[in-house]
C-alpha cells in the first residue's frame, strides 16, 4: 500500500478546494438576462430571466383567493432599431379556464414608481404585438394572460430603481397590485437587464 507524503496531502487538498470553488463559481454565475433571436422575424429579444410578481388578495371572489401580476423588461433588436416593452402575466389562484377574465382592465394600466405614475397602454396580447413569434417570459399557470406595453429605456429605469412598485389595472373597478416581500433576486435580475441592454 503506497503512503502518501505530506506535501501530496496538501496538494491534493489545494485541488479539491479548487474544484469546489470553481463548481460554486459557475453555479453563481448563471445569467439574470436572457437573449435569444426569433426564429421567424429575426429579431433579437433581451429579457430579464426573473419577473417581479406582486399580487392582490381577492377575499370577494373566494376566502383566499389572489390575483397575481408578473413583470419583466423586455427589449427587442431589430438591426440597430431597439424598442422597449413590459410584459405582465396575469392570473389568479382560481385557475379559470377563460383567460378573457384575467384581461378585464388591462387595456391600459398604470404603474407608480416609488410614487411616479408611468400610464401605459396595451400593445397586445401576444408577442406578435412586439415583433416576435414566441413567447419571453414562462407562464406561471397554463391560464396566463399575456401582456405587452410599450415603454421608454427611461421608464425601465424608474422601475428598476424604485424600492415600491405597484400596478394599477384601469376600467369600471381598478385593481391595484402590490411587490410580493423584496424579491431581490428579480430586482437583481432587473438591474442587470438595464445594465445590458440600456445604453
Excluded at 479548487?18 to 454565475?29: D, T, W, Y
Excluded at 415600491?164 to 384601469?170: E, F, H, P
Excluded at 391595484?176 to 431581490?184: A, G, M, P, R, V
Aim: charged fraction near 20%; charge should be neutral; hydrophobic fraction near 40%.
Amino acid at each position: 500500500m503506497n503512503k502518501i507524503n505530506p506535501q501530496q496531502r496538501v496538494i491534493s487538498k489545494f485541488v479539491s478546494i479548487a474544484a469546489v470553488l470553481m463548481l460554486v463559481g459557475c453555479a453563481s454565475s448563471s445569467p439574470t438576462v436572457n437573449e435569444k433571436l426569433d426564429p421567424n422575424t429575426g429579431v433579437t429579444v433581451t429579457f430579464a430571466r426573473t419577473p417581479l410578481v406582486l399580487y392582490r388578495d381577492n377575499p370577494s371572489q373566494a376566502a383566499y383567493a389572489r390575483n397575481y401580476v408578473h413583470l419583466g423588461p423586455i427589449q427587442v433588436n431589430r438591426t440597430g432599431t431597439y424598442r422597449y416593452y413590459l410584459w405582465l402575466g396575469i392570473w389568479d389562484t382560481m385557475q379559470v379556464a377563460d383567460i378573457s377574465r384575467h384581461r378585464d382592465g388591462f387595456e391600459s394600466i398604470v404603474v407608480f414608481a416609488d410614487g411616479e405614475p408611468l400610464m401605459l397602454d396595451l400593445k397586445g396580447w401576444t408577442p406578435e404585438s412586439i415583433g416576435a413569434t414566441e413567447p419571453t417570459y414562462l407562464k406561471p399557470v397554463a391560464s396566463t394572460a399575456d401582456a405587452y406595453y410599450e415603454v421608454t429605456a427611461d421608464q425601465i429605469r424608474l422601475i428598476a430603481n424604485a424600492r415600491d412598485i405597484r400596478v394599477q389595472a384601469t376600467g369600471t373597478s381598478p385593481r391595484e397590485f402590490q411587490l410580493w416581500d423584496q424579491q431581490e433576486s428579480a430586482r437583481s435580475s432587473l438591474s442587470r437587464f438595464l445594465s445590458h441592454t440600456v445604453f
